[in-house]
């Protein structure tokens, strides 16, 4: 049974616009945490994608979360966010978040103007990126 998220998850998925029923996009979802909590709180009808560059992070992100995957509310995938496409069937995204994600937190600057474009391509329009570390969200949109 994985460890319950950290207060730190906790203070970012609390700082999240969440609605029932809502399509969030995690990048950088790690092993899995923040996604458990995130479609805890969707209900039901809610959905979350939860992407990671590491092969270790997203095995370790199903495994942690092979509940939520077998109940079709979590689905898991291997992908950088700067090489992030949605699947031809794909439905877009409400809100996209990053915790401590290099490529759209402004360490990697290079990355991040590869990265933005791709993720907001999966959002519906209108639709939030929020990215920090913690309860400090911002969308790096502007």
């Known amino acids: 049974?994985?460890?319950?998220?950290?207060?730190?998850?906790?203070?970012?998925?609390?700082?999240?616009?969440?609605?029932?029923?809502?399509?969030?996009?995690?990048?950088?979802?790690?092993?899995?945490?923040?996604?458990?909590?995130?479609?805890?709180?969707?209900?039901?009808?809610?959905?979350?994608?939860?992407t990671d560059r590491s092969a270790t992070a997203v095995d370790q992100c199903r495994r942690h979360a092979a509940a939520e995957v077998a109940a079709g509310?979590?689905?898991?995938?291997?992908?950088?966010?700067?090489?992030?496409?949605?699947?031809?069937?794909?439905?877009?995204?409400?809100?996209?978040?990053?915790?401590r994600v290099g490529a759209l937190d402004g360490r990697h600057p290079a990355l991040a103007s590869r990265a933005l474009p791709r993720v907001t391509a999966a959002l519906l329009p209108g639709g939030l990126l929020l990215v920090g570390d913690g309860a400090d969200l911002r969308d790096p949109r502007g």
């Open 73 to 99: 509310r979590l689905d898991v995938r291997q992908v950088a966010v700067e090489d992030l496409l949605l699947e031809p069937d794909e439905a877009p995204y409400d809100l996209a978040f990053a915790l």
């Open 1 to 50: 049974m994985p460890a319950p998220p950290s207060a730190r998850i906790l203070a970012a998925v609390d700082a999240l616009p969440l609605e029932p029923g809502m399509r969030v996009l995690e990048i950088g979802c790690g092993p899995g945490a923040a996604a458990r909590e995130v479609v805890r709180r969707l209900g039901p009808d809610g959905f979350v994608l939860a």
